[in-house]
């Protein structure tokens, strides 16, 4: 693998075009886009104040920089064309936690909305915003809502203190109502598989519950437990390598206090049982850490990757073939991220440390990434083609490239260490 030289940064602002050519990236009020291949600077622009929000459109002709500390607190959305220069305004948005959503092929527009203390979806035609359906919602309070990714159905789901999850045609027709269970904490987080065959639905029981499209009925569910048993299961614990004899330093450098950082480390295939760190939630404040709170599943739908944020060093990801657990990764740190590759099974990982972890069907690894000082890598984001992503650190970011060269794909396919 390969890195490229280190980019100042603010907010973790880096993000690809859709189309790949281009990266945009903010450091303050300025917005520079790069060469996604060669990384020279195209365009410089200076904004009247700090950028805190960044967006491609999707045509990658257009970047949208927020600048919020200028902005103006207003109930409604203002949709500005940029062929005609007309503006249209979308009353009665609903502030919550994903509460605007366009379906994937950018013909229709789901939007959440709160009148006289009562929940509803208003789905608009993008062509010419007129009004499609509106329709009112059997929620409590509406958390929020997401298009399969085929544009059918709609998902809307209920706040945590109700387990609810609702799915919506094109038309407004509600097709099926889902709840696990009651009097409890219900649904943290929710992600459709890229076939819109299944509805993964991540609960603060700790388990994700998988819907299927044709009856929109639970056909199996996850748990997370402590302790992983089943030889079947491969267990990826990181490890620290020791430093050679004549590397030792003394006295050591002041990170080595910290979170691992500059240390190297391996994978290495934990032997069964194995029982994974756990963290005890405070049960007397706000937002526990309890529940799954992350997943996602792979390009191919075959992976579903989960992380209970009860046990937050470690990645579950399941086979959805056989509807199996298939690996664990246990990290030595808490998990700070983690995203499937665009184009084929390939999961990246980080930590909040100067590594990046990439899992594969045939094995994982563990990558330095160079440089002095700590790079500690905090967030990624991959490049649409798959063979390269961005690590974002709070001040910095850099370019990772994967080289599929002979040597490279045999390290990959190992089931060991790869530093």
Same mark, same amino acid.
């Given at each position: 693998?390969n890195?490229?030289?280190?980019?100042?940064?603010?907010?973790?602002?880096?993000?690809?075009?859709?189309?790949?050519? =281009?990266?945009?990236?903010?450091?303050?009020?300025r917005?520079?886009? @790069?060469?996604?291949?060669?990384?020279?600077?195209?365009?410089?622009y200076?904004?009247?104040?700090?950028?805190?929000?960044?967006?491609?459109?999707?045509? &990658?002709?257009?970047?949208l920089?927020?600048?919020?500390? @200028?902005?103006?607190?207003?109930?409604?959305?203002?949709?500005w064309?940029?062929?005609?220069? &007309?503006?249209?305004?979308?009353? =009665?948005?609903?502030?919550?936690?994903?509460?605007?959503?366009?379906?994937?092929?950018?013909?229709?527009?789901?939007?959440?909305?709160? $009148?006289?203390?009562?929940?509803?979806?208003?789905?608009?035609?993008?062509?010419?915003?007129?009004?499609?359906?509106?329709?009112?919602?059997?929620?409590?309070?509406?958390?929020?809502?997401?298009?399969?990714?085929?544009?059918?159905?709609?998902?809307?789901?209920? &706040?945590?203190?109700?387990?609810k999850?609702?799915l919506?045609?094109?038309?407004? $027709?509600?097709?099926?109502a889902f709840c696990?269970?009651?009097?409890?904490?219900?649904?943290?987080?929710v992600?459709?598989?890229?076939?819109?065959?299944?509805?993964a639905?991540?609960?603060?029981?700790?388990?994700?519950r998988? *819907?299927? !499209?044709?009856?929109?009925?639970?056909?199996?569910?996850?748990? !997370?437990?402590?302790?992983?048993?089943?030889?079947?299961?491969?267990?990826?614990?990181? #490890?620290e390598?020791?430093?050679?004899?004549? !590397?030792?330093?003394f006295?050591?450098?002041?990170?080595?206090?910290?979170?691992?950082?500059?240390s190297?480390?391996?994978?290495?295939?934990?032997?069964?049982?194995v029982?994974?760190?756990?963290?005890?939630?405070?049960?007397?404040? #706000?937002?526990?850490?309890?529940?799954?709170?992350a997943?996602a599943?792979?390009?191919?739908?075959?992976?579903?990757?989960? $992380?209970?944020?009860?046990?937050?060093?470690?990645?579950?990801?399941?086979?959805?073939?056989?509807?199996?657990? /298939?690996?664990?990764?246990?990290?030595?740190?808490?998990?700070?991220?983690?995203?499937?590759?665009p184009?084929?099974? $390939?999961?990246?990982?980080c930590?909040?440390?100067?590594k990046?972890?990439l899992?594969?069907?045939?094995?994982?690894?563990s990558?330095?990434?160079?440089?002095?000082?700590?790079?500690?890598? /905090?967030?990624?984001?991959?490049?649409? &083609?798959?063979d390269?992503?961005?690590?974002?650190?709070?001040?910095?970011?850099?370019?990772?490239? *994967?080289?599929m060269?002979?040597?490279?794909?045999?390290?990959?396919?190992?089931?060991?260490?790869?530093?």
């Amino acid at each position: 693998m390969n890195f490229s030289e280190v980019f100042k940064l603010s907010s973790l602002l880096c993000k690809f075009s859709p189309d790949g050519k =281009y990266l945009a990236s903010c450091v303050q009020y300025r917005l520079v886009v @790069r060469d996604a291949n060669t990384l020279q600077i195209l365009q410089l622009y200076t904004c009247l104040d700090q950028i805190q929000h960044l967006e491609w459109s999707a045509d &990658s002709l257009f970047i949208l920089c927020a600048l919020y500390k @200028r902005g103006l607190v207003q109930l409604r959305i203002t949709v500005w064309s940029l062929c005609t220069k &007309s503006v249209s305004y979308i009353k =009665y948005p609903k502030a919550c936690q994903q509460g605007i959503t366009f379906t994937r092929d950018g013909r229709y527009l789901a939007l959440a909305e709160r $009148r006289d203390c009562r929940d509803y979806v208003s789905i608009f035609v993008c062509s010419d915003w007129q009004l499609l359906r509106h329709f009112d919602t059997d929620t409590q309070d509406l958390a929020g809502i997401e298009w399969a990714p085929n544009g059918c159905v709609l998902a809307v789901w209920d &706040s945590c203190l109700e387990y609810k999850v609702l799915l919506y045609s094109l038309d407004g $027709r509600l097709l099926s109502a889902f709840c696990a269970y009651e009097w409890s904490l219900g649904i943290k987080s929710v992600a459709w598989s890229p076939s819109s065959q299944f509805l993964a639905i991540g609960s603060y029981d700790g388990k994700v519950r998988i *819907l299927n !499209h044709v009856t929109w009925k639970m056909i199996t569910e996850f748990g !997370h437990p402590a302790t992983v048993n089943n030889t079947k299961i491969v267990v990826y614990k990181e #490890a620290e390598k020791s430093p050679p004899l004549g !590397h030792l330093a003394f006295p050591p450098p002041r990170a080595a206090t910290g979170p691992l950082t500059s240390s190297e480390s391996k994978y290495e295939i934990a032997s069964m049982p194995v029982s994974l760190q756990t963290l005890k939630p405070a049960a007397d404040r #706000a937002n526990p850490r309890i529940g799954v709170g992350a997943l996602a599943f792979s390009p191919d739908n075959y992976f579903l990757a989960t $992380r209970n944020d009860s046990v937050p060093n470690a990645v579950w990801i399941w086979d959805i073939r056989k509807l199996r657990l /298939l690996a664990v990764l246990e990290q030595l740190c808490t998990v700070r991220a983690f995203q499937w590759g665009p184009q084929q099974p $390939r999961l990246a990982i980080c930590t909040g440390g100067s590594k990046v972890y990439l899992w594969s069907p045939a094995g994982c690894v563990s990558v330095q990434v160079p440089g002095e000082g700590d790079f500690q890598v /905090l967030s990624l984001c991959w490049h649409p &083609s798959g063979d390269s992503l961005a690590l974002l650190s709070k001040d910095h970011f850099c370019l990772c490239f *994967l080289e599929m060269e002979k040597g490279v794909r045999m390290a990959f396919g190992q089931r060991g260490d790869c530093t």
